[in-house]
């Protein structure tokens, strides 16, 4: 085993250059704080299965060493009083916190363009988006700084960005991850997820993070994830569903051909590949926007001047001056539509006609996944985005343009399955991922699929 404080001080070099860089992966980090961790980690001469290993964090995900901003003035400076669960396991599994990474504010967001903090570039392709929300953890990894990170997701925000970087992203199961201090999102839809630089260096941080937790009563009452096995080198018995919608006519030609590639090598392992359809795919991205808008609207009540972070006292003219002026100037662009429409969805005359008709999609959404998995089938393939990482700026001015880069990503938070975006080649030396889908409680079986194609597959290589 590496002493970690060797590992702490190469970790620190590491995000020295990338920071030079100009990539903005990082809101908060510090060489002392790597060495602090590090000693602590000696003294106590844990090895356990993640020693030495230096972990970047979302800045939504609550710990001590670092502020917690999620991206938001609102929150610029705030110190969280405790640790997030994940965090502590981390820790346990002798892990460090490496630093807190840039994201969309609130984690609102498809490219980290809505960080109050400035964008996040891409280490895998100069010029364009690292995806988002979790954009900074997954530019750490592309970078190379890092091999494991958390991020979060809602919608998709561990996943796309993975495709849009190159790498590997784990969206596990609803309640396997602990969401104890998560900053809250979307509740019911809010999960940790796992950035890797291989399939198994994400299953890895997955299986210490995960298990239940006394202080998230919706954590699953289950075995915690083992750490993954040899990849396997047959998946013979295995019937992976290919859904039509998610291959529409038109569909990007360079994401065409890898995700055609990565079908034919599942094949080639012996996988048999079944054409399917999950027929409500068309309504997640409007159900999806307007569910985690109306639990936002809600969850962010709670910045208010007086609890946490930013206060303005709006001239002390009364409680509503204070939070008119706290949030009109701590919350950016997007937090305010969000919570706008948010509000309007769950406002007496038109709850029926949005919020509760997005809740009776969302349960067709949920029973499409539980009908064709009933059917026989381990896990769907699809591809992660509907195009390679767009330009910084191309969406910024489009909110639907960026809603919509989604399509693929929200439907497994909206029905709570597992789900994983894996490299799967390069467009124009653009990277593309694949994306594998499980039943509920399945994250096992997907990461098993991954492991087996992630070594057959050339996932950087030109696929056109
Ligand atoms: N892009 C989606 C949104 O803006 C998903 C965000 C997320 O998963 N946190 O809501």
């Not at 993640?50 to 970047?56: F, K, N």
């Not at 990007?252 to 795919?281: C, I, N, Y």
């Not at 808008?293 to 303005?312: F, I, M, T």
């Not at 330009?391 to 497994?412: F, I, K, W």
């Amino acid at each position: 085993m590496t002493d970690p404080r060797d590992a702490a001080r190469a970790a620190a070099r590491r995000i020295k250059a990338c920071e030079a860089r100009g990539t903005h992966a990082f809101l908060a980090w510090s060489e002392q704080a790597l060495l602090e961790q590090a000693e602590a980690l000696a003294t106590a001469g844990t090895a356990g299965p993640l020693a030495g290993e230096a972990v970047a964090v979302k800045d939504v995900i609550a710990e001590r060493v670092f502020p917690t901003t999620c991206g938001s003035r609102i929150l610029e400076g705030y110190r969280s009083p405790f640790e997030a669960t994940a965090v502590r396991r981390l820790r346990d599994a002798g892990a460090m916190v490496a630093g807190k990474t840039n994201c969309d504010e609130f984690a609102m967001g498809s490219s980290t363009e809505h960080s109050a903090y400035g964008p996040t570039l891409n280490p895998a392709a100069p010029g364009r988006v690292p995806g988002g929300s979790s954009g900074g953890s997954a530019a750490a990894v592309a970078a190379g700084v890092v091999s494991m990170a958390l991020g979060s997701e809602t919608g998709g925000s561990v996943r796309q960005p993975a495709a849009f970087c190159g790498i590997v992203g784990i969206k596990p199961t609803y309640g396997r991850v602990s969401r104890y201090g998560l900053v809250a999102f979307g509740s019911s839809l809010d999960q940790i997820g796992a950035f890797g630089k291989d399939v198994v260096s994400a299953a890895r941080l997955l299986a210490a993070v995960s298990g239940r937790d006394a202080l998230d009563a919706t954590t699953l009452d289950q075995i915690p994830l083992a750490e993954p096995g040899a990849a396997p080198t047959s998946l013979a018995g295995t019937v992976v569903g290919v859904p039509r919608e998610y291959f529409p006519e038109g569909l990007h030609a360079g994401v065409r051909a890898a995700t055609d590639r990565a079908r034919a090598a599942l094949q080639a392992l012996g996988a048999e590949m079944r054409e399917v359809s999950l027929p409500h795919t068309p309504y997640a991205v409007p159900a999806y926007y307007i569910v985690a808008p109306a639990e936002a609207s809600s969850n962010l009540a709670r910045y208010d001047g007086v609890r946490y972070g930013r206060r303005e006292d709006g001239g002390l003219r009364d409680v509503r001056a204070l939070y008119r002026a706290t949030r009109g100037r701590g919350f950016g662009a997007e937090v305010r539509r969000r919570i706008l429409l948010g509000t309007y969805v769950l406002s007496a005359g038109y709850y029926d006609a949005f919020y509760r008709r997005a809740q009776r999609v969302r349960e067709r959404i949920r029973t499409d996944f539980a009908r064709v998995f009933a059917g026989g089938v381990h896990a769907l393939f699809t591809p992660t985005t509907p195009t390679p990482a767009f330009r910084l700026g191309e969406n910024l001015a489009d909110p639907l343009a960026m809603y919509l880069s989604d399509v693929y990503v929200c439907t497994a938070n909206l029905a709570g399955v597992p789900a994983l975006s894996l490299p799967i080649g390069r467009d124009a030396g653009l990277p593309l991922g694949g994306q594998l889908l499980g039943p509920v409680e399945g994250d096992a079986t997907i990461i098993r699929i991954a492991q087996a194609l992630e070594a057959v597959l050339d996932g950087g290589a030109e696929v056109r």
